[in-house]
């Protein structure tokens, strides 16, 4: 079973570089074929609307020739530009989805593919929107997976509200599952552990390592014979994603060297909302949870004690009778040298608060037609009206459900 990876923008390709980075230190990864191809070449593909980043990334990846797809002109941090594309370079989703057609012809047999990318930016959300979009339509029966970074909610564009919302609505409609990882979380959890500033390759190389947590092989998931199949991402949708509609994922992890499984998950779970920011207690639907570094084959009888711990800090929901899938790896590769890792991914009620402030930030704008006249530009009248009825809830009310052109989420799960 093979992957393909598609990378996109510059957000998308720094996390992929990181990501890769410690893939190719995983020897189970290589035997297996899942990730790297027999030539010892990756299974990816690169695009960005820009060539700077591009050119860094490829002096350090093992990228197959062809495989890097860049344009010379930027997006402007605009998603309609990104997703229509400039007549000049029209070329740059057609050469993308080529080179990753090519790759999956490559494959013995492609089981999906997992897109990194950005909500804010120009290439990452209007372009990543498009490509998810494409994806879809020519693999309607492969998994599709996203990887999507928010920015700052302070802000690093002015157009980040407008971008996010429209690009998490096209993942709603076509991926099969989104791990939200937010900028601010990633920030704020380097900056307890770092005496100085935190650069944006420490904030990559901690997004990479709780996706490798993901990811990468593990013995649970390992046939007898002793070779990974690779479907580590794929079972992840299936334990995760019980409820098509609702596939957001938010993923914590830590790693330390030296430390029982009890006080590593202790450490974890110090770092869990659990309530949003009206008071009411957040719920999970399901979680995934992976331990890695278990040589001694430990942790499986570890979380028989922890297992009503983690229940009560998700609190999860009772009509979910396995509301956990429990993981196991004797190394860990993605983390330092005799170190051991959780990373728990759950369908967690977290996401809520960030929609709700995204919305409400996009309708302030909206209602002041703030920036409006740059997405006319490239999108026609679309964008207006794809605008107009994002912000404007479902006449069909559910209760406890909100609806937002296509994103849809349980507040609390109750």
Same mark, same amino acid.
């Given at each position: 079973?093979?992957? $393909? ?139 599709? @997976?996203? !990887?999507?970074?928010?920015? !700052? ?70 046939? +007898?014979?002793? $070779? ?12 995760? !994603? ?8 938010? $993923?914590?992890?830590? +790693? ?46 570890? @979380? ?57 930030? +996009? ?37 406890? @459900? ?13």
């Amino acid at each position: 079973m093979s992957t $393909v990876y598609l990378h996109v923008g510059q957000c998308g390709n720094q996390v992929g570089h990181a990501f890769w980075k410690k893939v190719d230190k995983d020897s189970s990864v290589k035997e297996s074929h899942s990730y790297i191809h027999p030539d010892d070449k990756q299974r990816s593909v690169h695009v960005d609307s820009e060539p700077k980043v591009l050119s860094k990334i490829s002096k350090g990846l093992k990228i197959r020739e062809g495989n890097i797809v860049c344009g010379k002109r930027g997006r402007g941090t605009n998603w309609a530009l990104g997703y229509y594309g400039t007549q000049r370079e029209e070329h740059l989703l057609e050469d993308s989805l080529d080179r990753v057609r090519k790759e999956i012809e490559k494959c013995d047999a492609y089981s999906g593919c997992i897109m990194m990318h950005s909500l804010s930016g120009g290439t990452g959300s209007g372009l990543g929107s498009r490509l998810c979009e494409e994806m879809r339509d020519y693999y309607p029966l492969a998994h599709l @997976m996203s !990887c999507a970074f928010a920015p !700052c909610i302070s802000g690093e564009s002015p157009l980040q509200h407008y971008n996010s919302l429209l690009t998490l609505s096209k993942l709603q409609r076509n991926s099969d599952c989104i791990i939200l990882t937010h900028n601010d979380d990633v920030l704020q959890n380097l900056e307890k552990k770092a005496k100085g500033s935190v650069s944006f390759d420490n904030m990559n190389t901690s997004i990479a390592a709780s996706l490798c947590g993901l990811f990468l092989p593990t013995d649970s998931l390992t046939p +007898s014979r002793g $070779v990974s199949i690779g479907m580590e991402p794929w079972e992840l949708i299936r334990a995760t !994603c019980p409820v098509p509609g609702y596939k957001f994922l938010h $993923v914590n992890h830590v +790693s330390r060297s030296k430390l029982t499984w009890e006080a590593l998950m202790g450490q974890l779970l110090l770092g869990v909302r659990r309530y949003n920011t009206q008071g009411g207690a957040l719920g999970s639907l399901s979680s995934v949870v992976v331990g890695r570094g278990d040589s001694g084959k430990t942790f499986l009888y570890s @979380m028989r004690t922890l297992e009503k711990k983690v229940k009560a800090v998700y609190n999860c929901v009772n009509w979910n009778p396995f509301p956990l899938d429990v993981w196991t790896a004797a190394a860990n590769p993605a983390g330092p040298r005799e170190a051991s890792s959780i990373t728990i991914a759950s369908n967690h009620g977290t996401v809520v608060d960030y929609l709700e402030t995204l919305v409400q930030r +996009s309708k302030v704008m909206y209602d002041a037609t703030a920036y409006i006249h740059w997405y006319k530009r490239h999108g026609s009248g679309y964008v207006d009206c794809v605008a107009t009825y994002s912000l404007r809830p479902s006449s069909v009310t559910i209760p406890g @459900m909100l609806y937002f052109q296509s994103v849809e989420y349980y507040p609390g799960f109750s």
